[in-house]
């Protein structure tokens, strides 16, 4: 590799054969070219008679941004062919930050393209980036790395797993823009846990994603976080996971609306497993006094004899469909 | 054997010799052979596959196991029942959707262990080891224990090995049909042949490649006529719409088959599986419906039925069997204390029998 100093004006930014990484600009590194310029050569090769960027995107983009014309950078000859410059991109990154799968899927794609065989992915690539070596993660990453730029970048911003993003495939592609417009803006778990309980309301239903949602219990819901009003997304999927769990959801309700007509005083909490393994209600009492604990016993003893306590054990001991 | 598809026979360098080696790849002739230095040459190959599941089930791996008997580990937070298995075959050429060896074995091809002689030394230690009490141990906790017996006849092995033991119960357990080498030695008290059974409409569409309700109740039918005890398993027990009748025919075709005096035990287990287990099954089996249940996700980290659906599904089994005066033959797989608890409560009320031996054994 040769070092020299290029012109910006000179690189052909619109050839990304080699890039596969996709943190944006943040504003320390604008900051710190701002203040010294670029002083770690990016690399760069000639193809077709212009200079190619193979890595450094982040710091031509701020020596952009920050007005520079000129930076530093290593060059590897025209001769040497793609696959052996990609490998270059990827091990100057590989060492540096751990990728997210959008980036891994892209570098997978990049290999593939450039005829790097599915054997030696499979085997040696994969598991550099954690991924099992299996031919099928092979075809989900290549899959994957067709989304397209907002899908990608969501994924790698929120640092998907392969899990969800298998769930997002088994979607038509309308649906799953629906759905991206629906999560983009969500943290990772939201994302990951309305894609599951869509996929399931889906399956279990037999309707396509759009009639779903215009059901009543979701229409205004989904409605409301098209919209960007992200608060609607905890009662979002507290509806969809009613949906999913009918049976559950059920006694929830129920033991809730037992506990509601005991009257419990403040000082007294009830509590239960809510998966319902445990058929044990668990009571809770609030002192900072011998007075306190005196009262809240009491206050619990005359709940126990005046009201119906019977029924909620029912409840936590029911079995049924 | 019926249906079972080999596409390579791969074999261990260290028992390329052995005389059951040469005995294994007669009975599979024809098929493409390789000598490979460990097992991780398999399972390199079977990896690259879009589908390394369903593609380990047809490579035949013949080597020897470092060792061979170990307790059943159970769950978590679960009550065991006692069980031993011997890990004698691993994989299965079966393909359950529910299985939860799809996502246990990772890669590993049907293997079929030939070290017969460190297998009867191990049994020997074991039952040394173990002289009093009842102790129940099988071969089907990795494999299913006859599907591969046409070929290696570890049955018989087996069955000679336990003959006169008669504290240690040894139970094959299968979704195959019964193989003839079973029928031409004579069966030993200790010795239990099991079937898992489901509803014939859960077979055609969650047990592909097994034999069909009525090939393995005649088959138990058939090892009652021998002499055999017999054993059934309902695991995993689905619930949909109409599993009540479903089973219940089953529960029927049972005792019109098999005399309740034969049944040494019936085990209940609800569908359950690890994470792992759920992007690998919906991808495999697009078409099953079973994984779009209301689970709960247990202390262990399994999913499960909710507490409440799974003690329903048991009891209704258990009034199933009450019916034939066989109630009593029941025990729950991998179940918590909870559900033991109120499972004996309700149908042997006074009777806390939490683990084995079961009462008719003591």
């Given at each position: 590799?040769?070092y020299?100093?290029?012109?910006?004006?000179?690189?052909?930014?619109?050839?990304?054969?080699?890039?596969?990484?996709?943190?944006p600009?943040?504003?320390?590194?604008?900051?710190?070219?701002?203040?010294?310029?670029?002083?770690?050569?990016?690399?760069?090769?000639?193809?077709?008679?212009?200079?190619?960027?193979?890595?450094?995107?982040?710091?031509?983009?701020?020596?952009?941004?920050?007005?520079?014309?000129?930076?530093?950078?290593?060059?590897?000859?025209?001769?040497?062919?793609?696959?052996?410059?990609?490998?270059?991109?990827?091990?100057?990154?590989?060492?540096?930050?751990?990728?997210?799968?959008?980036?891994?899927?892209?570098?997978?794609?990049?290999?593939?393209?450039?005829?790097?065989?599915?054997?030696?992915?499979?085997?040696?690539?994969?598991?550099?980036?954690?991924?099992p070596?299996?031919?099928r993660?092979?075809?989900?990453?290549?899959?994957?790395?067709?989304?397209?730029?907002?899908?990608?970048?969501?994924?790698?911003?929120?640092?998907?797993?392969?899990?969800?993003?298998?769930?997002?495939?088994?979607?038509?592609?309308?649906?799953?823009?629906?759905?991206?417009?629906?999560?983009?803006?969500?943290?990772?778990?939201?994302?990951?846990?309305?894609i599951?309980?869509?996929?399931?309301?889906?399956?279990?239903?037999?309707?396509?994603?759009?009639?779903?949602?215009?059901?009543?219990?979701?229409?205004?819901?989904?409605?409301?976080?098209?919209?960007?009003?992200?608060?609607?997304?905890?009662?979002?999927?507290?509806?969809?996971?009613?949906?999913?769990?009918?049976?559950?959801?059920?006694?929830?309700?129920?033991?809730?609306?037992?506990?509601?007509?005991?009257?419990?005083?403040?000082?007294?909490?009830?509590?239960?497993d809510?998966?319902?393994?445990?058929?044990?209600?668990?009571?809770?009492?609030?002192?900072?006094?011998?007075?306190?604990?005196?009262?809240?016993?009491?206050?619990?003893?005359?709940?126990?004899?005046?009201?119906?306590?019977?029924?909620?054990?029912?409840?936590?001991?029911?079995?049924?469909? | 054997?019926?249906?079972?598809?080999?596409?390579?026979?791969?074999?261990?360098?260290?028992v390329?010799?052995?005389?059951?080696?040469?005995?294994?790849?007669?009975?599979?002739?024809?098929?493409?052979?390789?000598?490979?230095?460990?097992?991780?040459?398999?399972?390199?190959?079977?990896?690259?596959?879009?589908?390394?599941?369903?593609?380990?089930?047809?490579?035949?791996?013949?080597?020897?196991?470092?060792?061979?008997?170990?307790?059943?580990?159970?769950?978590?937070?679960?009550?065991?029942?006692g069980?031993?298995?011997?890990?004698?075959?691993?994989?299965?050429?079966?393909?359950?959707?529910?299985?939860?060896?799809?996502?246990?074995?990772?890669?590993?091809?049907?293997?079929?262990?030939?070290?017969?002689?460190?297998?009867?030394?191990?049994?020997?230690?074991?039952?040394?080891?173990?002289?009093?009490?009842?102790?129940?141990?099988?071969?089907?906790?990795?494999?299913?224990?006859?599907?591969?017996?046409?070929?290696?006849?570890?049955?018989?092995f087996?069955?000679?090995?336990?003959?006169?033991?008669p504290?240690?119960?040894?139970?094959?357990?299968?979704?195959?049909?019964?193989?003839?080498?079973?029928?031409?030695?004579?069966?030993?008290?200790?010795?239990?042949?099991?079937?898992?059974?489901?509803?014939?409409?859960?077979?055609?569409?969650?047990?592909?490649?097994?034999a069909?309700?009525?090939?393995?109740l005649?088959?138990?039918?058939?090892?009652?006529?021998?002499?055999?005890?017999?054993?059934?398993?309902?695991?995993?027990?689905?619930?949909?719409?109409?599993?009540?009748?479903?089973?219940?025919?089953?529960?029927?075709?049972?005792?019109?088959?098999?005399?309740?005096?034969?049944?040494?035990?019936?085990?209940?287990?609800?569908?359950?599986f690890?994470?792992?287990?759920?992007?690998?099954?919906?991808r495999?089996?697009?078409?099953?419906?079973?994984?779009?249940?209301?689970?709960?996700?247990?202390?262990?980290?399994?999913?499960?039925?909710?507490?409440?659906?799974?003690?329903?599904?048991?009891?209704?089994?258990?009034?199933?069997?009450?019916?034939?005066?066989?109630?009593?033959?029941?025990?729950?797989?991998?179940?918590?204390?909870?559900?033991?608890?109120?499972?004996y409560?309700?149908?042997?009320?006074?009777?806390?029998n939490?683990?084995?031996?079961?009462?008719?054994?003591?």
């Amino acid at each position: 590799m040769v070092y020299r100093l290029i012109k910006l004006s000179d690189l052909n930014l619109e050839d990304r054969r080699f890039r596969f990484t996709l943190n944006p600009v943040d504003q320390r590194l604008l900051r710190s070219v701002g203040a010294i310029g670029v002083l770690q050569p990016v690399i760069i090769t000639a193809r077709q008679d212009r200079q190619v960027l193979v890595d450094g995107w982040r710091r031509v983009e701020a020596a952009r941004s920050c007005g520079l014309e000129e930076l530093p950078a290593l060059e590897i000859a025209e001769n040497i062919g793609d696959l052996a410059v990609l490998l270059v991109a990827f091990f100057e990154n590989y060492a540096k930050r751990p990728f997210s799968l959008a980036e891994k899927s892209l570098a997978i794609r990049k290999f593939y393209d450039f005829r790097l065989g599915a054997d030696e992915i499979i085997e040696r690539f994969l598991p550099l980036l954690e991924l099992p070596p299996e031919g099928r993660m092979l075809e989900l990453m290549l899959e994957v790395s067709l989304l397209g730029e907002r899908f990608l970048e969501v994924i790698h911003r929120r640092d998907w797993k392969p899990v969800t993003v298998e769930l997002l495939l088994g979607f038509p592609e309308a649906e799953r823009a629906w759905l991206l417009s629906l999560i983009e803006k969500l943290t990772r778990n939201q994302q990951r846990e309305i894609i599951e309980n869509f996929y399931l309301l889906k399956r279990k239903t037999g309707k396509c994603l759009e009639d779903l949602a215009r059901e009543e219990k979701l229409a205004g819901l989904t409605g409301r976080l098209l919209k960007g009003e992200i608060s609607a997304a905890d009662r979002l999927l507290a509806a969809l996971r009613e949906e999913n769990s009918p049976l559950l959801s059920g006694l929830h309700r129920a033991i809730e609306a037992e506990v509601r007509t005991l009257g419990l005083p403040p000082k007294v909490r009830l509590d239960y497993d809510r998966a319902l393994e445990e058929t044990i209600l668990r009571i809770s009492l609030e002192a900072g006094e011998v007075t306190d604990l005196k009262e809240a016993l009491q206050s619990l003893s005359e709940t126990l004899e005046k009201k119906e306590w019977r029924r909620l054990f029912q409840l936590l001991h029911y079995e049924g469909e | 054997m019926a249906g079972l598809r080999i596409k390579k026979v791969w074999v261990d360098r260290k028992v390329e010799k052995d005389g059951l080696t040469r005995k294994l790849l007669d009975g599979l002739a024809g098929r493409p052979v390789e000598i490979v230095d460990s097992v991780e040459a398999v399972r390199r190959f079977i990896r690259q596959h879009s589908d390394p599941v369903g593609e380990s089930k047809q490579h035949l791996f013949i080597t020897a196991q470092p060792s061979f008997i170990r307790p059943c580990p159970c769950t978590p937070g679960c009550l065991g029942c006692g069980y031993w298995t011997i890990d004698l075959d691993l994989n299965c050429p079966f393909d359950c959707s529910y299985c939860i060896l799809q996502d246990y074995l990772d890669g590993q091809p049907l293997t079929v262990a030939v070290n017969r002689e460190q297998l009867g030394s191990e049994l020997e230690e074991f039952f040394k080891q173990r002289p009093s009490g009842i102790t129940r141990i099988g071969t089907g906790e990795l494999a299913d224990s006859l599907a591969l017996d046409e070929l290696t006849e570890n049955s018989v092995f087996l069955i000679e090995r336990f003959r006169d033991r008669p504290g240690f119960w040894l139970e094959l357990k299968s979704k195959a049909g019964l193989p003839p080498a079973l029928l031409r030695v004579s069966p030993a008290d200790n010795v239990v042949l099991s079937w898992s059974l489901n509803p014939q409409a859960v077979i055609a569409s969650e047990e592909k490649g097994t034999a069909g309700l009525e090939e393995r109740l005649r088959a138990a039918s058939r090892a009652v006529g021998h002499g055999y005890r017999v054993g059934f398993h309902f695991d995993p027990i689905l619930h949909y719409p109409g599993w009540h009748q479903d089973y219940e025919r089953v529960v029927e075709a049972i005792f019109r088959l098999v005399p309740v005096e034969a049944i040494a035990w019936v085990s209940l287990g609800s569908l359950r599986f690890p994470p792992g287990l759920l992007p690998l099954a919906r991808r495999r089996f697009p078409q099953s419906r079973i994984y779009e249940h209301e689970f709960i996700r247990s202390a262990e980290g399994k999913y499960r039925y909710p507490r409440p659906l799974r003690q329903w599904l048991y009891r209704q089994l258990a009034e199933m069997f009450a019916g034939f005066g066989a109630e009593d033959r029941l025990y729950l797989c991998m179940e918590t204390v909870e559900v033991w608890r109120e499972f004996y409560g309700k149908i042997k009320r006074g009777r806390q029998n939490l683990a084995f031996p079961f009462p008719w054994q003591c």
